[in-house]
């Protein structure tokens, strides 16, 4: 029973693992897109041509996310943002975001 549990708990742990590093890949794609668009324009298009094919789907799936249309017209909207990942994950952009709906809505 033991051994059992453990294993259990082992392959779950790689789950979290591998689900952990296809997000990262998702997180380089989004990125990418990031940098094209400022270079060439075409990030949004990029990501979105990215996300309907079919590796894009497979790492999106294996990442835990839906790859439906809703999810990539979301990192389409997010690339057209032009904010890089690491600073859009960060605390001070979460809290400057906060900051300026609070202020938004005040007014």
Partial sequence: MTDFVDGTAFNNEQGNRA??????????????????????????????????SRDGREVLSCAGIDPNERVVNGL??????????????????SERRHAAELAQAAA
Avoid: C, H
């Fill in 19 to 52: 689900r952990k590093l296809f997000a990262a890949v998702v997180l380089a794609a989004l990125d990418d897109a990031i940098a094209d668009d400022k270079k060439y324009g075409n990030g949004p298009e990029q990501i979105a041509r990215w996300a309907r």
């Fill in 76 to 93: 389409m909207e997010f690339v057209a943002k032009g904010v890089r990942t690491s600073v859009a994950l960060s605390r001070e952009e």
